[in-house]
Nanobody, 123 residues
Framework: QVQLVESGGGLVQAGGSLRLSCAAS????????MAWFRQPPGQEREFVAA????????YYADSVKGRFTISRDNAKNTVYLQMNSLKPEDTAIYYC????????????????WGQGTQVTVSS
C-alpha cells in the first residue's frame, strides 16, 4: 500500500505560481512512477504530468507544457508540481497518483491516489 498526501494548493491570481507537494508513505519510492491529474469543476479528471521512478523521464499534457514542471526527491519520498503562469482554466482539484513500474498517462493505470488539493486561479 502507498499512502499519498498532497499539499500546497490555494487561491492565486492569474499569472501567479504555486508549488504542489505529494508525500508518499512507501519505502523504495523510486520503484513507483508518479503523476499529477486534475479535475476541473464539472469536468472529468485529466492528466497533467508524470515522472519516472528515477526522475529521468517526464511527460506533460499539452495544456501545461512550458508552464508546469514535475520533479521528485526520492530521498524525501516526495513529488512536486511547480505551476507557473497560472490561468483561470487551471482551476481544479489536483490529485497525486502512484503506480509501480513504468510511467503512464491514463488515470486507470494508477493504483494509489491522494485525497486531492484545490487550486483556484482568479482572473
Amino acid at each position: 500500500q502507498v499512502q499519498l498526501v498532497e499539499s500546497g494548493g490555494g487561491l492565486v491570481q492569474a499569472g501567479g505560481s504555486l508549488r504542489l507537494s505529494c508525500a508518499a508513505s512507501r519505502q523504495r519510492f523510486s520503484n513507483y512512477a508518479m503523476a499529477w491529474f486534475r479535475q476541473p469543476p464539472g469536468q472529468e479528471r485529466e492528466f497533467v504530468a508524470a515522472i519516472s521512478g528515477s526522475g529521468s523521464s517526464t511527460y506533460y499534457a499539452d495544456s501545461v507544457k512550458g508552464r508546469f514542471t514535475i520533479s521528485r526527491d526520492n530521498a524525501k519520498n516526495t513529488v512536486y508540481l511547480q505551476m507557473n503562469s497560472l490561468k483561470p482554466e487551471d482551476t481544479a482539484i489536483y490529485y497525486c497518483a502512484a503506480r509501480r513500474g513504468i510511467t503512464a498517462m491514463k488515470d486507470y493505470e494508477y493504483a494509489y491516489w491522494g485525497q486531492g488539493t484545490q487550486v483556484t486561479v482568479s482572473s
